[in-house]
Nanobody, 124 residues
Framework: VQLQASGGGSVRAGGSLRLSCAAS????????MGWFRQAPGKEREFVAG???????RYADSVKARFAISRDNAKNAVYLQMNSLKPEDTAVYYC???????????????????WGQGTQVTVSS
């Protein structure tokens, strides 16, 4: 499975971006999907995840601002980011794994497949 993340960019605080993650080589329909981010000097952290059945989970820092969704027909997952803050600045990565369930969405070490990352920069 190859994952390609896109949609990053530079926005002002309060703005919006929509990240996309497209998969090739394998259907994502049976996989749990996650978005993670890594800011300079910080560890990678969980942002949002969605199970194969559509259950979602969010980090507290992005609840009510971000929304994850998936389109199995397009073999893609999305992250709609609204009300962006400077602290959201990071490289965002998508990840996938068939073994991911709701309880393990946040666990980066359990994901086998990762995209290359897309930079999101939010200025104040």
């Amino acid at each position: 499975v190859q994952l390609q993340a896109s949609g990053g960019g530079s926005v002002r605080a309060g703005g919006s971006l929509r990240l996309s993650c497209a998969a090739s080589g394998h259907s994502l329909s049976g996989s749990g999907m996650g978005w993670f981010r890594q800011a300079p000097g910080k560890e990678r952290e969980f942002v949002a995840g969605i199970t194969w059945s559509g259950s979602t989970r969010y980090a507290d820092s992005v609840k009510a601002r971000f929304a994850i969704s998936r389109d199995n027909a397009k073999n893609a997952v999305y992250l709609q980011m609204n009300s962006l803050k400077p602290e959201d600045t990071a490289v965002y990565y998508c990840a996938a794994d068939r073994g991911i369930i709701y309880g393990s969405l946040t666990m980066s070490r359990l994901y086998d497949y990762w995209g290359q990352g897309t930079q999101v920069t939010v200025s104040s």
